[in-house]
């Protein structure tokens, strides 16, 4: 069987500030089962990131292993991409990251390339901070491997097999709270009106932007029982605040009470509009983003949108003081100056 999508547009459709329209966004046919909740981020992603218009070629898309791993595939055809080995993804970003500094750099995995085999990989993204978008598609099962449970599955949950998870799960948005992630949101893939603000807050965002999607297997993860289905999410999702991006807008100023909004600035000037529905919850807090999950998850409920940002963040590169020209655009006398200034160098560290 193959795969195609059709050449043919509605000549009239909507273009942005760059005059592209969003099949200049779209990437190859997916592959994946009719239905699956990857594809629906893949469309946010698109859609994120037609609206702002971000120019397809500076963008830098990476991915490991796993169903996840393949939707960059689907999206931004006319970006960078790179599939690293299994759990890899993180290391491999950071180093093209510190390489060429202008690209803009989504980084797309799993629960098990994320929770599992690249969790060492993860925590040390986030310690350095690296300027990325990092999304887990997150469906709670090793669909490529037809169905175990992953390192994500809720106690109790009931996959296809129909045998209850019997091993507490691993929180990836606590864990990037608690690691020190300066941005943390968390979505779910059938809910595209919240997505597509929060991917580009996190493109705009100075930093390590963590976003994790509950994205159901329909396959393997989506009968009843299930925690990460499409039924239970739909029925036990709680939004934190509803979210509006609006890029290069100045600060405004307001009192942040239950029903009202508030304007948070980006470092490049651009604004996240949020409704605060929850007043419990305070953005700018870590504990306060911790204690709100763990009671919403107390009262079997799902914590989704934007949980928490350093407006202060410091990325890697300024944390390191790197040079502002990308490393790759550097000439070969400004990276190896000769004997003379090693010579320097080396007497003032003595």
């Not at 919850?281 to 799902?302: C, F, H, N, T």
């Amino acid at each position: 069987m193959s795969y195609e999508i059709p050449a043919y547009r509605h000549p009239n459709l909507p273009k942005n500030n760059l005059g592209y329209t969003t099949k200049d966004y779209e990437g190859a046919a997916s592959t994946l089962c009719a239905g699956c909740g990857h594809d629906s981020i893949s469309a946010a992603i698109i859609d994120a990131c037609f609206e702002i218009s971000l120019e397809p070629h500076r963008v830098a898309k990476l991915s490991g292993i796993g169903c996840s791993s393949k939707t960059p595939t689907y999206l931004l055809g006319n970006s960078h991409g790179f599939n690293t080995v299994h759990g890899r993804m993180a290391a491999v970003a950071t180093g093209a990251n510190l390489a060429q500094r202008d690209l803009v750099y989504i980084g797309v995995s799993g629960d098990g390339d994320t929770a599992s085999i690249g969790m060492g990989q993860f925590v040390h993204a986030v310690r350095r901070n690296v300027n990325m978008v990092y999304i887990c598609e997150n469906n709670g099962v090793y669909g490529l491997t037809k169905g175990q449970d992953s390192a994500t599955t809720d106690i109790g949950s009931k996959s296809k097999k129909g045998e209850p998870n019997a091993l507490e799960p691993i929180d990836l948005c606590s864990i990037a709270l608690q690691l020190g992630a300066s941005f943390v949101a968390n979505g779910f893939s059938g809910d595209k009106e919240q997505l597509v603000p929060m991917i580009q807050a996190g493109i705009a965002h100075q930093g390590f932007a963590f976003i994790n999607i509950i994205s159901p297997c329909v396959t393997f993860n989506n009968s009843p029982g299930s925690t990460k289905a499409y039924d239970y999410m739909r029925q036990h999702m709680a939004s934190s605040n509803v979210v509006d991006y609006v890029p290069r807008a100045e600060e405004i100023t307001a009192q942040y009470e239950a029903g009202s909004s508030k304007n948070v600035t980006m470092h490049d000037g651009s604004v996240i509009n949020l409704h605060k529905i929850d007043p419990h919850l305070d953005i700018y807090s870590r504990r306060s983003a911790l204690a709100l999950m763990q009671e919403y998850k107390d009262e079997g409920k799902v914590l989704t949108g934007l949980l928490f940002i350093d407006p202060d963040s410091c990325e890697v590169h300024d944390a390191m003081n790197t040079t502002q020209v990308p490393l790759r655009e550097l000439s070969q006398d400004v990276l190896c100056p000769g004997a003379e200034t090693l010579d320097k160098i080396n007497q003032a560290l003595r």
